[in-house]
Structures are given as C-alpha cells and as structure tokens.
C-alpha cells in the first residue's frame, strides 16, 4: 500500500485582527475583514492530517504551508509615507508564529510553529540591489539570523496592480539579479483577468533582461503565482470555444515563453478567484471544474512539465469564490487532485507537485 502524500502548501496567507488597518486591500466592506490566522488555516484543512500518524482515507497530510506577504501598505523608499513599517511587522508576526509565541488573540499556538516552512516577505525590489540590500538587513533584525537562515525563502513584490513599465525599471531587474545572487526566490504576481495580458507580455520582456548575462546558478528563481490569472470565465460550449480564443492563445503563448527560462515555476493556485462564485451549500461536481479549467491546466504542464508545478491554495482568497473557509481549501485539493489524475502523472510526479516541487524551488529544509 502507498505511503501518505505530504501536501505543502505553497501560497497562503495570514493576517491577526489587529494588524486589518495595515493591509492595502482592507476595507470595511471586504469580504476578508476579519482575522485569518493559523486557527482559520487550521479550521480550512482540518479533512487534512497534519501528521503520517493521524488517519486519513484520502492517503495525504498537511506537512506545512509556505507564508506569502499579504500587501501591506507601503512605499517603494523607506523615507517615504508609508514607509516600510508596516512590511516589517507583518515579518515580526511571522516569527511569533515560526517561534511559537503568540500575542494574545493572535490565532495560534505553540503547536502550529513547525506548520510555517517558508516565509515570503513584502520586499521593495524595484528600489534596486542597493536598497533591497538595506531593507534585507532590517528584516534580518527582526528575525534573527537563525530564522532567517531557516525559513525566509525568498520576497515578493506585488506588480499586478502597479502601473505599466514597473517591470522593466532597472532597478526592477537589476534587484532581481540581486536576489539570485543571494539564493532568494521571487514570487511573481501578475493578472491577465482583471489587469490584462499586458502585464504578461511586460513579465515576459523583464524575465528576458533578468536572465541575460547571468550565470545559470546566479539567475534568480521566479515563482509565478496563480497561472498568471487567467480569464477562466471565458463562455465555454466546447473545448475549441477556449483554445481557439484570441485571449486563451495569447496567455498560452506567454506562459509558454515565461517556461522557457528554467528557472521558472508554476503555481497551480488561484483557480476560485477566476472562476465563477461557487455556493457553501451545493457541492461542485469536480469533474466539470476540472474539464472546464482543463485547457489551462493542460497549457500550463505542456509548458513546465511536472517538475515544475506546485500545489498553492491562495488561502484565504480562495473562500470568496469557493463558497466559505469550510469548504473552499478541500474543493481546490479535490480539483487539484483530479487535474493530476487526468493528465496520468505517476506517484513520484503527483509527490512533485503535492511538495517536492515546493522544496525545490524555495530550498525549504525539512
């Protein structure tokens, strides 16, 4: 009988109910507006054990998840309002989750430190190498150099809602570079939904410049996020309505170009925000989201192959179209699951993208 699948999450987030008034995004109205912590994230994933001992019909457990930096306000130059405040509290609560030693209210305990494998902090990349540098060393302060050697993976700075050519700053691409030199990953967040398939083909175009002239064990790891965030709510009547269309051809195009750099990886995350809203009450039948989605889902193993795909959930943004924080995370893993299924991947490709990929790509230790 095979052994349980370890499942890391690549892409959650977490944010305390005090620290609301900090997040970019926040408003009264939204429907994240409220505290999404490791209790949450535990609630979300509790059909998933989170040992080998605990059983589990479905053969898998949560061995742990990699933090991503939830969009802090912030600014660019530490002297300028916001500033970096903000960015840097956000990593002192990551370490009182990683150390196990909560404030009160925070939505965890000692129990849940060894769930946090990685961390991925707000960084100000298109500052360039010189200033990353100093905000690095800030950050390291606050981690100390123990945690920061262990489980600070790499930075993200978000570029789906900034405006065109940010890209393609030279301090963009040259903080890139910088962080390639430094083993740090760069998780990349671009949206061809909602914010156009411009901000891929600007993508493709940095990815280019990141990449030349650069020693193939110095170029900078790239993590793309969420398929790139493609329009999955295209009119579907048949599987050529999708591939035939001028929007799915270009984005197929690009993604294709972006796994043309092998040091490029792919998250399989993100889906229920680009899908249409899915009930609380009523089951999905997962096999229709999984023909549905499938055009994408196909472009994108064509294009990286398994070896460099990961499993993400995009937690907590993953309830607001997948029909609430019970359900949501177990719907994607039955997605996911049945994604690997259709396309025959073996044991050993399906553990890939469950995890090894994950540990790959950010050099997590375990």
């Not at 997040?23 to 490791?38: F, M, T």
């Not at 990141?210 to 965030?229: F, P, Q, R, S």
């Not at 229920?272 to 009930?279: A, D, I, N, T, V």
């Not at 192959?305 to 177990?330: A, H, K, L, T, Y």
Request: hydrophobic share 35%.
């Amino acid at each position: 009988m095979p052994s349980s699948i370890p499942i890391i999450d690549s892409h959650i987030h977490l944010f305390p109910e005090t620290h609301l008034s900090t997040l970019a995004w926040h408003s009264a109205d939204n429907p994240l507006g409220s505290q999404y912590s490791v209790d949450q994230y535990r609630i979300a994933t509790c059909s998933t054990p989170t040992s080998t001992s605990s059983s589990s019909e479905s053969g898998f457990f949560l061995r742990g998840f990699i933090f991503i930096e939830t969009d802090r306000l912030s600014s660019i130059e530490e002297s300028s309002s916001p500033g970096w405040g903000y960015a840097l509290d956000e990593v002192s609560f990551l370490v009182r989750v990683v150390c196990g030693e909560p404030l009160p209210g925070e939505g965890h305990s000692y129990e849940d430190k060894r769930l946090c494998l990685g961390i991925v902090p707000w960084a100000p990349v298109p500052a360039g190498a010189e200033t990353l540098e100093r905000y690095m060393k800030l950050l390291e302060e606050r981690t100390g150099k123990d945690v920061f050697r262990r489980k600070v993976r790499g930075v993200r700075y978000l570029v789906q809602d900034k405006p065109s050519g940010t890209m393609l700053r030279e301090g963009f691409v040259e903080g890139l570079k910088w962080l390639g030199k430094k083993g740090l990953v760069f998780d990349l967040g671009v949206d061809a939904r909602s914010g156009g398939l411009w901000q891929l083909r600007e993508a493709v175009k940095m990815m280019k410049r990141v990449y030349a002239d650069v020693n193939e064990d110095e170029g900078v790891v790239i993590v793309i996020n969420h398929l790139c965030k493609p329009n999955l709510r295209l009119p579907y009547t048949s599987r050529e309505s999708i591939t035939s269309h001028h929007e799915f051809v270009e984005w197929e195009s690009l993604i294709t170009t972006m796994s043309t750099h092998p040091k490029t990886y792919m998250k399989l995350s993100g889906g229920f925000s680009e899908l249409s809203p899915l009930s609380f009450n009523i089951e999905p039948d997962i096999d229709s989201l999984v023909k549905r989605i499938s055009p994408w889902t196909d472009a994108v193993f064509e294009a990286f192959g398994p070896e460099r795909v990961m499993f993400g959930s995009d937690w907590p943004v993953c309830n607001i179209g997948g029909g609430g924080n019970e359900v949501s995370w177990q719907r994607w893993k039955n997605v996911v699951e049945a994604v690997l299924e259709r396309r025959g991947l073996d044991e050993e490709q399906k553990r890939g993208v469950w995890g090894d990929v994950a540990v790959k790509a950010y050099g997590i230790g375990l």
